[in-house]
C-alpha cells in the first residue's frame, strides 16, 4: 500500500557541492527504482547542529517528500546507516491514504515551481554578465591620464633658483663698466689750451715792440 513520507538527513558540511547534489540524486533515484515517486527534494543548506556529531558542528540539510511502499523506506534507510557522508536521519510517515491524482498535480507543480526558479536564476545570471561586459568596456573606453609621482610633480612646480651670488655675477657681466679717467688726466687737455693761449699773447706783444 502506497503511503506518503518524509524523509530528512543530515550531510557533512565539508563535500564539494558535486558531491552533495550526486548523494541527493543517488537516494532520490532509489525511491523510483523501487516504483516510488518523489513529490519534492528540498535543500536546505549548510546549518548548525543541535550538537557536535563526528566533531562537526555544522550539516547539510536535505527533505525529501516522497510516496512510496515501506520496503522503500527500509531500504533509504539502509543506506543512510552505511553512508560515512550523512550524519543522521529521520523518515515520518506524513499520510496512510494517498490520492494520486492530487499527488500528481502537486509534483506538476512543484516541477513548474522549480521551472520559474532555475529560468530565474538564468535571468539574473544574464543580467550580472551584462552588467559585468557592460562596466569592462566603460573601464576600456576611459584611458586614464598618466599618473607623475608626487615627487616628480613637486619638481616640476618649482621654479629653478639661482643663488643671490651667482645673480650678482650674471649682472656685473651684463653691465660694461666705462673706462675710468684720472682728474689730472682729465684737467690736462685744459692746461695745454691754457699754455696755448699765453704764447700767442707773449707772440702779439713782442711783434708790437719791433714795430
Given at each position: 500500500?502506497?503511503?506518503?513520507?518524509?524523509?530528512?538527513?543530515?550531510?557533512?558540511?565539508?563535500?564539494?557541492?558535486?558531491?552533495?547534489?550526486?548523494?541527493?540524486?543517488?537516494?532520490?533515484?532509489?525511491?523510483?527504482?523501487?516504483?516510488?515517486?518523489?513529490?519534492?527534494?528540498?535543500?536546505?543548506?549548510?546549518?548548525?547542529?543541535?550538537?557536535?556529531i563526528e566533531k562537526m558542528q555544522d550539516g547539510v540539510y536535505v527533505r525529501i517528500d516522497f510516496v512510496a511502499l515501506h520496503k522503500v523506506v527500509i531500504e533509504i534507510e539502509r543506506?543512510?546507516?552505511?553512508?560515512?557522508?550523512?550524519?543522521?536521519?529521520?523518515?515520518?510517515?506524513?499520510?496512510?491514504?494517498?490520492?494520486?491524482?492530487?499527488?500528481?498535480?502537486?509534483?506538476?507543480?512543484?516541477?513548474?515551481?522549480?521551472?520559474?526558479?532555475?529560468?530565474?536564476?538564468?535571468?539574473?545570471?544574464?543580467?550580472?554578465?551584462?552588467?559585468?561586459?557592460?562596466?569592462?568596456?566603460?573601464?576600456?573606453?576611459?584611458?586614464?591620464?598618466?599618473?607623475?609621482?608626487?615627487?616628480?610633480?613637486?619638481?616640476?612646480?618649482?621654479?629653478?633658483?639661482?643663488?643671490?651670488?651667482?645673480?650678482?655675477?650674471?649682472?656685473?657681466?651684463?653691465?660694461?663698466?666705462?673706462?675710468?679717467?684720472?682728474?689730472?688726466?682729465?684737467?690736462?687737455?685744459?692746461?695745454?689750451?691754457?699754455?696755448?693761449?699765453?704764447?700767442?699773447?707773449?707772440?702779439?706783444?713782442?711783434?708790437a715792440e719791433e714795430e
Amino acid at each position: 500500500m502506497l503511503r506518503r513520507y518524509e524523509t530528512i538527513f543530515i550531510m557533512r558540511s565539508d563535500l564539494q557541492s558535486d558531491e552533495m547534489s550526486s548523494l541527493i540524486d543517488r537516494y532520490a533515484g532509489i525511491i523510483v527504482s523501487l516504483d516510488g515517486k518523489t513529490i519534492k527534494v528540498e535543500n536546505w543548506g549548510k546549518r548548525r547542529l543541535a550538537y557536535p556529531i563526528e566533531k562537526m558542528q555544522d550539516g547539510v540539510y536535505v527533505r525529501i517528500d516522497f510516496v512510496a511502499l515501506h520496503k522503500v523506506v527500509i531500504e533509504i534507510e539502509r543506506n543512510f546507516k552505511i553512508d560515512d557522508n550523512v550524519l543522521r536521519f529521520q523518515t515520518v510517515k506524513l499520510s496512510d491514504k494517498v490520492d494520486m491524482e492530487e499527488i500528481e498535480r502537486e509534483i506538476a507543480d512543484t516541477l513548474k515551481k522549480e521551472e520559474e526558479r532555475k529560468k530565474e536564476e538564468q535571468r539574473k545570471e544574464e543580467k550580472r554578465k551584462e552588467e559585468q561586459e557592460k562596466e569592462e568596456q566603460e573601464k576600456e573606453a576611459v584611458i586614464p591620464e598618466p599618473v607623475i609621482p608626487e615627487a616628480v610633480a613637486e619638481e616640476q612646480e618649482k621654479e629653478p633658483v639661482i643663488s643671490e651670488a651667482v645673480a650678482e655675477e650674471q649682472e656685473k657681466e651684463e653691465v660694461i663698466p666705462e673706462p675710468a679717467v684720472s682728474e689730472a688726466v682729465a684737467e690736462e687737455p685744459d692746461g695745454k689750451e691754457v699754455a696755448q693761449e699765453t704764447s700767442s699773447v707773449e707772440t702779439d706783444e713782442k711783434k708790437a715792440e719791433e714795430e
